[in-house]
């Protein structure tokens, strides 16, 4: 079992920033992959940012540029810089680790960017 703490989002306005956190708990399963997804009323779950344990990153295309994903192995956690907001980034923002005992889910964080 892992468990996972979101934390960081808000309302902010167009063009401001935010940075979301995910912790964590400390687990005999080894996580492999921590996904950022959001999920905006009305619309299917969508991918935001990848980091695995090695660094390697990915984006989606529409936040590529603006958003930054990172982590800190030896704190169990992932952070998502966002920056330059959009009214359209304005959703429900949710961690997930892929780890060698299965996928977990955080309970999100919402992200509302007012014009």
């Known amino acids: 079992q892992v468990e996972l703490v979101e934390s960081g989002g808000g309302l902010v306005q167009a063009g401001g920033s935010l940075r979301l956190s995910c912790a964590a708990s400390e687990s005999f399963f080894l996580i492999i992959r921590t996904d950022w997804y959001r999920q905006a009323p009305g619309n299917e779950r969508e991918p935001v940012a990848t980091i695995t344990t090695s660094g390697i990153t990915s984006y989606a295309d529409s936040v590529k540029g603006r958003f930054t994903i990172s982590r800190d192995n030896a704190k169990n956690t992932v952070w998502l810089q966002m920056n330059s907001l959009k009214r359209e980034d304005t959703a429900v923002y949710f961690c997930?680790?892929?780890?060698?005992?299965?996928?977990?889910w955080g309970q999100g964080t919402q992200v509302t960017v007012s014009s």
């Open positions: 997930s680790v892929h780890t060698t005992g299965g996928n977990y």
